[in-house]
Structure formats: C-alpha cells, structure tokens
Antibody, heavy 115, light 106 residues
C-alpha cells in the first residue's frame, strides 16, 4: 500500500525557514515524481512544484521559485520542502502528492508563521 | 497559467443528481482530473483524464468533457459526499486547480 507520511506541524518566525518532510513507502521511491501543494486556510489548492527523486530534477510554479526548495533523499525515501523568508502568506497546509495524477497524498503539514 | 473556473457552492439533497462544471481558460485536452476533499483531510482522486474512475471509487461518480469544458456528476448523491470538489489540469504547465465547489445539504 502506497503511503506518504508527513512530518508534524511547524511554527516559524517571520523571516525564518522551515523544512518539512514526506516519507514514502509501499513503492519504489525513485520511480515516481513527487509534487507539493499548498492550501491556505479556507482556500483552494496551489501547485508548488515537483521533484524527480531519481535525478533530483525539479520544476516550480513561478510564484514559488524564490520561496520553496524541493529535495529528496533516496536512502530514506523521503522528499522535503524548505520554505524560506517566511511571511504570514506562508501560513498554510502543505501536502506532498505522488504522480501520476496526484493519486496519493500525504496527510498535510500545517505551517504557522507567527512571531 | 491555465485558469479553471468552478461554481463556488451547490446545495443538494441525498438521492439527487448533481453536476459540477469546470471551465478552462485554454484547452487541456482530456487531462482534467477531479478530487474530493473533506474538512481536515487530504484530497482524494476520484476521476482522472476526464472520465476514468479511480480505483475503489463508487460508480455514482462520473466525469466527462474535453478541451475547455468538463463536468463531474454524482448520481445519486449520498450524505457522505458532502465535501469540496476540485478540478485539476495537468496538460499545460504549470498544473493548476479550480477554486473548488463546496457541496452543501439543502
């Protein structure tokens, strides 16, 4: 069974960074691209970008190119997203979701930016 | 970016048929997919490539369309279907989502 287990909630101060994880199991990690999706409180879904764990190649939506950094550790089958220079606009739930078709999702991680 | 437009909310009664539309600002071929999200949960894939039922999804759910106009149907609606439904296109880069349609009980 495919499972994507994400790390726990994060609180970050304005201007700081947070890094959240998504541990994959039930399939070969390097066979599928991992996507990240943002959901602001009470709002819809925004695609942030994807990483190909086999090659480390990435693609980002334009608005997240300076905000998010996607990495992957094949030894632990874990994908990461680092969010930098946090502002209140980054307060949201962040999901990992496996391609193709975003058919499998993590449970989401709530990131709160607060001083 | 491809903009996907959905009606924000619909009120339904159990047993009824409900149709949700999603209009794309440019063609997405048939690479339109539909997700269900309940409060506090992650989205769940229901329909992929416009009309294909995802594994384990009841046949009450269906989808159709191509190009710029797509529909998602639940027939009949059950109480457990109360949720927000999102369309999502993966034909054009970047992938985009509709704003979501919240199904509410009448």
């Amino acid at each position: 069974e495919v499972q994507l287990q994400q790390s726990g909630p994060e609180v970050g101060r304005p201007g700081s960074s947070v890094k959240i994880s998504c541990k994959a199991s039930g399939y070969t990690f390097t066979d599928y691209v991992m996507n990240w999706v943002k959901q602001s409180p009470g709002q819809g879904l925004e695609w942030i970008g994807w990483i190909d764990p086999e090659y480390g190649s990435t693609d980002y939506a334009e608005k997240f190119k300076k905000k998010a950094t996607l990495t992957a550790d094949t030894s632990s089958s874990t994908a990461y997203i680092q969010l930098s220079s946090l502002t209140s606009e980054d307060t949201a739930t962040y999901f990992c979701a496996r391609s193709p078709l975003l058919g499998h999702w993590g449970q989401g991680v709530m990131v709160t930016v607060s001083s | 970016d491809t903009v996907l437009t959905q009606s924000p909310a619909l009120a339904v009664s159990p047993g009824e048929r409900v149709t949700i539309s999603c209009r794309a600002s440019e063609s997405v071929s048939t690479l339109m997919h539909w997700y269900q999200q309940k409060p506090g949960q992650q989205p769940k894939l229901l329909i992929y490539k416009a009309s294909n039922l995802a594994s384990g999804v009841p046949a009450r759910f269906s989808g159709s369309g191509s190009g710029t106009d797509f529909t998602f149907t639940i027939d009949p609606v059950e109480a457990d279907d109360i949720a927000t439904y999102y369309c999502h296109q993966s034909w054009n880069s970047p992938p985009t989502f509709g704003g979501g349609t919240k199904l509410e009980l009448k």
